[in-house]
């Protein structure tokens, strides 16, 4: 276990790495909160608020900089696809150093982008089920009974500050295969909870004819790409999310935000393509969430 606390700087302190950060620094650990200037400021002075029927309600005090200034121990990328390259800009390979990095985005194509500028051995993918939302700036309501972890890398010292923290953590190898295991679920919860506004619930239960096309489609790709997911499993885990579950994509559609459209839709349709997959479903689901908002060419 770990026994140090540690030096965590969060990209991206929104719903999902606010809560993190919130739970990190409530457990000891110096976390710092990378930002835009408005942000930073607010995080400095008044902290990380959490709002969450799991954790309960606190504030943890953190730090916060609109550019990484010294080494730190580990970099969580939070930030949403669709601001990546922007983001990155605040986190100088050079005052990085050996920190490990671990992406918690959604789709496939970040880790790469990431090990195009980082030490590649020192970027471990990983993934997180969790519904997380920031209301306000340091401001996080955690809607889900859920906030799991998994990482594609031995990084056990994080691994353990995440797990005392109070965060579901698995360790994997096949760092595809997670990768995959996430998209499988994620690609048909944004796409139709999206599409059709509404949540997890009535989703499953109005739409269950497309749900079940679209979660075949997208596993017939996952297992295509060397992958063992079951569209059973998928639908299964469905079944038991809250009723009123809402996708962040859902969430950016309705406050009118950038959609992360292509790293979640399009890269199933680029796997599909590529291994030669029929997923008419998930293109129609593709085409009418960028038609509805407004999000086509």
């Known amino acids: 276990m770990t026994t140090t606390p540690l030096t965590v700087a969060v990209l991206g302190p929104g719903g999902v790495g606010g809560l993190i950060g919130a739970l990190l620094a409530r457990d000891g650990h110096r976390v710092l909160c990378l930002a835009g200037e408005s942000t930073a400021a607010v995080l400095d002075t008044d902290g990380l608020h959490v709002e969450s029927a799991r954790y309960g309600e606190f504030t943890a005090a953190v730090e916060a900089d609109t550019v990484l200034r010294r080494p730190v121990d580990a970099l969580l990328v939070t930030v949403k696809q669709t601001a990546l390259e922007a983001a990155l800009d605040r986190v100088p390979a050079d005052v990085l150093g050996g920190a490990v990095v671990v992406p918690l985005l959604n789709g496939l194509d970040h880790p790469a982008v990431l090990r195009g500028r980082y030490p590649a051995a020192r970027v471990a993918a ?137 790293a979640i839709g399009g890269a199933v349709l680029r796997a599909a393509a590529a291994h030669g997959i029929g997923a008419p479903a998930t293109a129609r689901l593709v085409a009418d969430v960028a038609r509805s908002t407004g999000r086509e060419g």
């Open 126 to 262: 990983g993934t997180i089920r969790v519904e997380a939302t920031r209301t306000a700036p340091g401001r996080i309501v955690h809607g889900s009974p859920f906030a799991d972890v998994q990482l594609a890398a031995p990084v056990d010292d994080l691994a353990d500050a995440l797990r005392t923290a109070g965060l579901g953590v698995t360790l994997r190898t096949d760092e595809s295969a997670m990768l995959w295991e996430k998209l499988a679920f994620l690609a048909p919860f944004a796409l139709l909870t999206t599409r059709y506004r509404a949540g997890a619930g009535t989703v499953r239960s109005d739409r269950r004819p497309e749900l079940a096309a679209v979660v075949d489609e997208v596993t017939a790709v996952a297992r295509a790409a060397g992958t063992a997911v079951r569209s059973e499993d998928v639908l299964g885990f469905f079944d038991r999310s809250p009723h009123g579950m809402r996708s962040s994509m859902q969430r950016n559609a309705e406050a009118g935000r950038p959609l992360e459209l292509d």
